[in-house]
């Protein structure tokens, strides 16, 4: 195949494959018509097939296309009618409609192959000897408008041509039947591939080499609002995704999606995650099997691990069946220092410090090592310190001597043998002997 220099001329529009019939002769130039009667201008060429760009391959040196944006433009899914008043306006188009049933069919293809600048930069996305695939720019000044560096927008079940679209906008197309696309026919507005065929990336060069699927990062003199920022569009009353992220499970093969950490935060933001809006269900839902924690805490904070500052009915809940303890503390201290398993310092009204409304063996066990008491009340301020109701018994000794209350009488027992009883009256009964001025 000969190689041929394409000169394109201002205001550029590709519509479709040229053909020898719509091409009889490129000598003087041809203008090619386009939607809204679009047209390009090809430079005059022949090819090995007399004249015909039938699947010819055009090779050049150099193809520099200066255009104004003084096309008509029709953007897929939101394509206006010639007399709105607001018309796109592009400097190159290109449409093609698809013709294989089996095959891959792409609108524009962009490719290089990188095979020089090795060794000659160190790390990351600025290095010299970078290459890029494709660049797409766009710089805004003082009276520029709103601006996009690229823009993508698939529609799904969508026919073209329609007035309307959902949102109103004249020119968009119509919708299709709902469900009638065959469930196969995916849709994925955006797509990218990374394959690593290198080493393994498990860190930034010069130990590892950098490789990651989306780089975003900023060369600015002011924040800006969000790295990555859902929508949704006006008008569209269901809700635009099931998952705003969503991460898959394993493949057969048993390779893994994510290996170390699903999302990993090494930032150092004042929150390491927020959430603010209104979750039906919940903000945090673990629901995974397996590991070891549902929740994992480490580190040195200033205050406290976990904060719960809100108006919520209960703070914490722990549901399920478990072999263990619903809440296992393993709190240990710095040299010197002293602090409390659990520290209760809120305002409960009428309400209790610790409410147990189980069903279990005992309310409370303590079997730690306690240099002082496994129950102090001495600073309490309240009149009791322990309140038990009639008929209980507060026990010593592996439950064997009891003290109860019946409404009536207070008793000491040994057993089923009542040793000791006053009654409200003050009358007193014992089993024994009474010694006076003994050695008790």
Known sequence: ??????????????????????????????????PYGMRSALASKTD???????????????????????????????????????????????YTASQKDQNWELGAVFGMLDQTGAGTGEANDDTPGAKMGAYIGLMQTANGGPGWALNTNIVRNMVPGGPNSITGYPGAGNEGAPGAMNNYSSTIGYELDVSNFDKDSNGLPPSYPFVVGEYITTTSTFSSYAGIHFGIGQGQT??????????????????????????????????GWHTSGQHATASFFDESSGGKYGAWFTGTKSIEDIDISTGTLVGIGINGTRGGAGIHLNVGVSSGASNSGISDTGSHGNGQSYDDQSTSAVG????GTYSYAAFSAQQANTKIALAAGENQEVCFSDSDRCVTYDGNTLVYSAGTTRLFAIDNSGNLSIKGSLTQNGNP
């Open 238 to 271: 269901v809700a635009a995704w099931h998952n705003g992220i969503l991460f898959t499970s394993p493949n057969s093969a048993g390779g893994r999606v994510i290996a170390d950490n699903t999302i990993a935060d090494y930032s150092n933001s004042d929150i």
């Open 1 to 34: 195949m000969k190689k041929f220099i394409i000169f394109v001329s201002v205001g550029v529009s590709i519509a479709g494959v040229a053909t020898a019939q719509s091409i009889p002769t490129l000598n003087p130039p041809v203008m090619l018509e386009g």
């Open 364 to 367: 409370i066990k303590a079997e």
């Open 48 to 94: 090995v097939n007399n004249g015909t760009l039938t699947d010819a391959i055009v090779g050049a040196a150099s193809v520099n296309m200066t255009a104004d944006p003084s096309l008509v433009a029709c953007p897929v899914g939101s394509c206006p009618p010639l007399t709105d008043p607001k018309l796109a306006y592009a400097a190159i188009q290109q």
